[in-house]
């Protein structure tokens, strides 16, 4: 079992920045992939960005290439996602998920590949 607590969401202007923060317990010693995906109000939850397990390999959506970063840190358990020059479209509820499946070097776009999700956190954009 993975255990995943998400932090770092709140009220942001356009043009702001913020980081969130996935924390992992629980089956950690297996490297896990991980990936963040967004429910904006309204719609149906879509991918954002997505790290290998490896940490190597990382992939974005369109819409938030370029203004997104992923990155771990392995000694924290911690997946950050570095969001900056949000925009209002950016609004939604962010979750981590986590699979300890696939290969080292695979990044995973599908939710339903994922079998440990994190409770969301609201990331707010404002005009």
């Known amino acids: 079992q993975v255990q995943l607590v998400e932090s770092g969401g709140g009220l942001v202007q356009a043009g702001g920045s913020l980081r969130l923060s996935c924390a992992a317990s629980g089956r950690t010693s297996t490297s896990i992939a991980m990936a963040w995906f967004r429910q904006p109000p309204g719609k149906e939850r879509e991918f954002v960005a997505a790290l290998s397990r490896s940490s190597t390999r990382t992939y974005y959506s369109d819409p938030v290439k370029g203004r997104f970063t992923l990155s771990r840190d392995n000694a924290k358990n911690t997946v950050y996602l570095q969001m900056n020059d949000l925009k209002q479209e950016d609004t939604a509820v962010y979750s981590c998920?986590?699979?300890?499946?696939?290969?080292?070097?695979?990044?995973?776009?599908?939710?339903?590949?994922?079998?440990?999700w994190g409770q969301g956190t609201q990331v707010t954009v404002s005009s």
């Open positions: 998920a986590a699979t300890t499946k696939g290969n080292l070097f695979g990044v995973i776009t599908g939710e339903g590949a994922y079998e440990y």
